[in-house]
C-alpha cells in the first residue's frame, strides 16, 4: 500500500513539473490574440489551459477552454498603474500595503482591476470596476 502511495506521489510530482502542450485550437487562438509571443509555459488546472508570458514588459496570464475559447486574460500593474477611482476606493476602505495588483479582462464581463493583500494569514483579494466600484472579495488561506 505504501509503496502503491509512493509511486502514484513520484509520478504526480514529476507530471507537475512536465510542459503541458494544449491542443491546437487553444494554441490557434492564442497565437490570433497575441501575434509574436511565443511562450511555451502552459499549465492546465481546473479544466482551463493556461498560458504565462511577458506582455510590454508585464507579468501576463492568458486563460483558455479545452475547446480553444479565451476565458481571460490577467495582466500584473504596480498600484499607481490602476485607475485613480480604484486607488481612491482602496485607500479610503483598506489601511494595509497592496502585495499585487492587476487588470483582468473577461471574454463574458467588463475589465475589472484586483488587488491583493495580507490580512492577519489570508490573502485578501478585491475586485473592482474601473470607477471604483468593488465587485468581489474573497479570502483564501496564505500558503507560507
Do not use: C, H
Not at 63 to 78: A, C, H, N, P, V
Not at 101 to 128: N, P
Request: hydrophobic share 35%; charged share 30%; glycine share 4%.
Amino acid at each position: 500500500m505504501i509503496k502503491t502511495f509512493l509511486l502514484i506521489f513520484t509520478i504526480s510530482f514529476f507530471y507537475s513539473f512536465q510542459q503541458i502542450s494544449p491542443p491546437p485550437l487553444v494554441k490557434e487562438t492564442f497565437s490570433k490574440m497575441y501575434p509574436g509571443i511565443t511562450s511555451k509555459d502552459w499549465n492546465y488546472e481546473d479544466f482551463v489551459y493556461i498560458n504565462s508570458f511577458q506582455l510590454k514588459g508585464k507579468k501576463t496570464k492568458a486563460k483558455f477552454t479545452i475547446d480553444g475559447k479565451w476565458k481571460e486574460t490577467e495582466t500584473d500593474l504596480t498600484f499607481s498603474e490602476l485607475p485613480i477611482e480604484v486607488q481612491t476606493v482602496y485607500n479610503t476602505n483598506f489601511n494595509s500595503e497592496v502585495s499585487r495588483a492587476g487588470k483582468i479582462e473577461r471574454a463574458d464581463s467588463e475589465i475589472v482591476y484586483s488587488i491583493e493583500t495580507l490580512q492577519d494569514e489570508s490573502i485578501l483579494r478585491i475586485e473592482y470596476s474601473g470607477e471604483g466600484k468593488q465587485n468581489e472579495l474573497s479570502i483564501k488561506k496564505n500558503k507560507k
